[in-house]
């Protein structure tokens, strides 16, 4: 008989599986098998409990039934999900699904996709945490609890389709406020004073007159100038009053967890954190090597920075062997995060084979994941090596009335440098004596002002989250993804753009549920999530502490907080409850609705005073309106849903009615440029009365061969050829 193992991904089932052999079967269970409801609360709450209502989701039923078969006739069934809170809830999950006591079936966790890392974990099973089964189930649950509780509450009070979260919206808050700050801020304007001396030595003004210059003190065109010339009267007794060499060192960084990794990526290759999270994934699971399949880097979601003692010895070893002696240092560089949440239990992002070189690695992964691995490889080498050492050079410049003052750098060691890019060009500075005299060649003044603070770009904004403990590795991609995809937020050349929607949210939130937005708040419930895994706290009590108040505020706010919907009367009136029509603000839009609502639900859109000039529905009778679709306005019958009868706007230019300047061949009405799922085709307007269609716009140009069809242009084979649209004859373009 076979032994069972369960993993989450098919790719790390199949590298698995290349380790094991025949004896081994690998199953992946594609995610979460059981889970709460997608379209429903699914907690019941009773007496401070949270009782969730866990549900097998129709896309694993399958999965799960073969599962289930192959267990019942394996010798052993292991538990192999990922090594967080999350893969310990999948793997308690999958146990129950299956029948198993999930505190009874042996769970292995690795850190490496390795074989060694494989076999050794086989040989040292462990029980199923509950108490991080527990701590990710308070997680879930809480998130379903504000998003199922204030999302309704956002739709009711502000707009249809917003949606709030614990995480989310503390982030959105963080954007908003910084946007606030860019709004509110007022540039100072200020003038800043250079000179350049013989040799090309760029100098700015430290003293002027015995009183020190501070930046942006000068404020004024009119002192700047008279500065300037009284530095110019004094231009021949420039003297060298003093020269500075300090010699520093600049240590190698750490190397990589989850948000590092996620900033460096976004930074230096433009990764979006969606793409840096997926690529790592792959490279993870198991990717093609000189040695066979297998998972190049370690667990990529991590908050630590903890190195295994055979990979500290590993790299010394390469460095060594690699580099002249002074690259590596006397002692391994021991790393330590600042957060005192960190799973220290998990290691930093290192390659699990320092014999996959960048260099070999280009002969088995490209694009994407060569530039992730390359970036890792070489963060984790530099993170042992010596300090790169630099001399930082100062040279002042003194008259009667003034001091100016030139830096220069220069790189006497690279250390760390050796293997990954100095960006710090040297500038240096002639070799020059204290006491001589030195011409002034010229002195100017540069009109500045003083900019607002930056927006956050992906990079910065995971920082910031990090740095207040909102939130863990595993969701600062998908918070970001999230806020893009509910319109809150917009990417402009890699900054980040609140809309105005996100304005009106986190006001709301800020006057009623300044906790869900309060950095501070979020982070203390993360540090209750860490007790609850280290068995310090129940994870009931955590969920019941934070539900009793924000229950309280829900129910109060459905009568309290007042809509901010905006309605403007229109002056006309509902031709189904004759109430006043008024303008709102929908998600898509701008469009006019009943003011009965929701008695009365008749909704047209903004544009539909035009409705007189289209005249009649020729199917019922009913006035034909303007409507707005996903694909532009169109012309409906306004008796919908019970006439379905649509045209397109003649003369207006959109995705769905670009009209051609050649008629119907079959009826003489207008051909129309449409787009289906399967990309652009051409048809009669009349539709359905008159069924022509064209995959190839048809021209003006008629068939030689039935004289009533028009020939299409298309290339075929690199062949430009013209084609009947009614009897298929076809040409050459040469022959035409």
Known sequence: MKQLILVESPTKARTIKNFLGEDYEIIASKGHIRDLPKHAFGIKIENQQFIPDYVISKDHATILSQIKEVAKHSKKVFIATDEDREGEAIGYHIAIAIGQDPLKIPRIAFHEITETAIKNALKHPRQIAINMVNAQQARRLLDRIVGYRLSPLLSAKIQKGLSAGRVQSSALKIIIDREREIRAFKPIIYYHIAALFEQEIEAEIMEYMGKKIEKMEIRSLDTAKQMIQQIEKNKDSFRIHNIEHKKRKISPQPP????????????????????????????????????????????????????????????????????????????????????????????AIRPTNLSFTPDIAKGYISGDELKLYTLIYQRFIASQMTDAEFELQNITFKNECSTFKANGRKLLFDGFYAILENTDKDKLLPNLKKGDSIALLKVKNEKKQTEPPARFSEASLIKMLESLGIGRPSTYAPTITLLVSRNYITLNQRQIVPEEIAFKVTEMLEQHFSEIVDSHFSAKLEEKLDLVASEEMDWQKALWEFYEDFDKKIKQGKTLIQSQKIATPTGEYCPQCGCELVERDGRYGKFIACSGYPKCKYIQNSQEHEQLSYGECEKCGK??????????????????????????????????????????????????????????????????????????????????????????????????????????????????
């Open 623 to 736: 006035p034909m309106v303007v409507k707005m679709g996903r694909n532009g306005r169109f012309i409906a019958c306004s008796g919908y849903p019970k006439c379905k009868n649509t045209k397109p706007i003649i003369g207006e230019a959109n995705k769905t009615n670009k009209i051609l300047e050649v008629k119907c061949p079959k009826c003489q009405g207008n051909l129309l440029e449409r787009f289906s799922k399967r990309g652009a085709f051409f048809g009669c307007s009349n539709y359905p009365k008159c069924d022509f269609i064209s995959k190839y716009p048809p021209t003006n140009k008629k068939c030689p061969s039935c004289q009533n069809g028009l020939m299409a242009e298309r290339t075929f084979r690199k062949k430009e050829i013209y084609e009947c649209v009614l009897c298929k004859y076809r040409e050459d373009r040469e022959g035409i």
């Open 256 to 347: 990589f967890m989850t948000s590092t990794l996620q900033q460096t990526a976004s930074t230096q290759l433009g990764f979006s954190p969606a793409r840096t999270m997926s690529t790592a994934q792959k490279l993870y699971e198991g990717v093609p090597t000189h040695q066979g399949t297998m998972g190049v880097i370690t667990y990529m979601r991590t908050d630590s920075l903890n190195i295994a003692k055979e990979a500290i010895e590993g790299v010394r070893e390469l460095i060594s062997n690699t580099f002249e002696p002074p690259y590596l240092p006397v002692k391994p560089r021991i790393y330590t995060t600042k957060s005192k949440n960190a799973q220290e239990a998990h290691e």
